[in-house]
């Protein structure tokens, strides 16, 4: 797609994401949205916008590359899965980035889109805030503590593969238990080639 498209995906993106706010919820579901990759650095045409969800749930239910529970909605709410956005989730207490996602600029959090990120980006400025870059020792930990929680969730997946109420609970939505089995052993296998690099 074109930059200015993207740009514009990116702004109805950032409208959508405000809007999950008015499903009733003791505390948001949806806490930050951010963006990365090769819309920050001015790329046109651009092949998909990069997208990052910050989710109010605990890390040992966001492991990396899965769908974690209660997203499937906001999928289809975003519009996610319409394409042109690749996206990623992360717990509300892990770092946004990581050996994938590489400098991310939030641009929506639940004091509502940013309009300052959106129209630079509009304006193709690129000197925007950018997340913290973690330390290497630090990045080291980090995917070591990931790594774990994925393996604790692809064998929490295994363990339950074939349990009826389990596969029952994950279907719907055009989502089925071998999504679930698939995502577990993907994102478990590139967390295991970073923590080799």
């Known amino acids: ?41 001015g790329a046109d045409p651009i092949e998909v916008i990069e997208a990052v969800f910050v989710l109010n749930l605990p890390p040992d239910q966001v492991s990396w ?45 639940l004091d509502g889109p940013d309009q300052d990120v959106l129209d630079a980006l509009a304006q193709r400025r690129f000197d925007l805030p950018r997340g913290p870059v973690p ?13 774990r929680t994925a393996l604790e969730h692809l064998r929490t997946v295994h363990d339950s593969y074939w349990d009826r109420r389990w596969r029952r609970e994950h279907r719907g939505i055009g989502r ?11 994102g478990y296998l590139e967390l295991l080639d970073a923590s080799d690099d």
């Open 1 to 41: 797609m074109r930059y200015g498209r993207a740009v514009e995906r990116l702004r109805m993106l950032a409208a959508a994401c405000e809007q999950t706010r008015r499903v009733p919820a003791e505390e948001p579901f949806l806490r930050e949205a951010y963006v990365f990759g090769d819309l920050l650095t």
């Open 135 to 147: 330390e290497a020792g630090k990045e080291r930990a980090q995917i070591a503590d990931e790594l």
């Open 176 to 186: 089925y238990p071998e999504h679930h089995l698939w995502e577990a052993v993907q």
């Open 65 to 109: 590359g899965t769908q974690p529970p209660g997203t499937a909605w906001l999928v289809d709410f975003l519009r996610l899965d319409k394409g042109g956005v690749t996206y990623w989730w992360r717990s509300r207490d892990d770092p946004v980035a990581n050996h994938v996602i590489r400098d991310p600029v939030r641009f929506w959090s």
